[in-house]
């Protein structure tokens, strides 16, 4: 079975702190990355697609390493928002419509 | 819009009862699924359809059935519930091939209890 593999935490980290989130996947050809958030007992939400070259979102930024099968996410000055638990997502195919979901890491911003 | 919806939020059945989970997208979407989410687990792909009248199996395929006659709804049959599809069930759509069209945009789900 193709799998994603998370650390599942929790991470309990306080305002305004940094915090790394990493992923690996198993299928070298995968060939579309993504970060979802999910909030209790809600439905996930796209967070980021993540390319080769890196990228940011404000305070987001998402990393792929093809070659290690490693996707990370790092959170800057983290909000009490920031409280979810953020998915990595693996396609099997450019149109993302054949995903692979890890089990999600969970993190607590506390004050 | 109203984006992708399911009926009902809740659900509790008995053993071996039938029912059909709904799920409406108003965005036009050529893409929908449905993927069911269990403790522990990462969301798990049930079927899923690439337009009105193709639909195919995910990885978890067994005791669900679908069918899209329209582009706008992709029920889920379960033919005869058992209490290992005791689930939160989420159904979602997209649009590959638009700009940003790899978002999967997830209904709120339904949460499905058998006894």
């Known amino acids: 079975r193709k799998e994603v593999e998370q650390d599942p935490g929790p991470f309990n980290v306080p305002e305004g702190a940094t915090v790394a989130f990493n992923c690996t996947y198993s299928?070298?050809?995968?060939?579309?990355f993504f970060w979802y958030r999910q909030d209790c007992r809600k439905e996930p939400k796209l967070l980021m697609s993540?390319?080769?070259s890196g990228n940011e979102d404000g305070r987001f930024t998402a990393q792929l390493n093809r070659a290690s099968q490693y996707i990370s996410l790092l959170i800057r000055d983290s909000k009490l928002s920031d409280s979810a638990t953020y998915l990595c997502?693996?396609?099997?195919?450019?149109?993302?419509?054949?995903?692979?979901f890890g089990k999600g890491t969970t993190l607590s911003v506390s004050s | 819009n109203a984006g992708v919806t399911q009926t009902p939020k809740f659900q509790v059945l008995k053993t071996g009862q039938s029912m059909t989970l709904q799920c409406a997208q108003d965005?036009?979407?050529?893409?929908m699924s449905w993927y069911r989410q269990d403790p522990g687990m990462g969301l798990r792909l049930i079927h899923y359809?690439?337009?009105?009248?193709?639909?195919d199996q995910g990885e978890v395929p067994n005791g669900y059935n679908v069918s899209r006659s329209t582009t706008e709804d992709f029920p889920l049959r379960l033919l005869s519930a058992a209490p290992s599809q005791t689930s939160v069930y989420f159904c979602?759509?997209?649009?590959?091939?638009?700009?940003?069209?790899?978002?999967?945009?997830f209904g709120p789900g339904t949460r499905l209890t058998v006894l």
């Open positions: 979602a759509s997209s649009q590959p091939g638009l700009a940003g069209g790899n978002e999967q945009f």
């Open positions: 299928n070298s050809a995968s060939q579309s």
């Open positions: 993540v390319y080769s």
């Open positions: 997502v693996v396609g099997e195919n450019q149109a993302g419509t054949a995903l692979i």
């Open positions: 965005m036009n979407h050529e893409y």
């Open positions: 359809s690439v337009g009105a009248g193709i639909t």
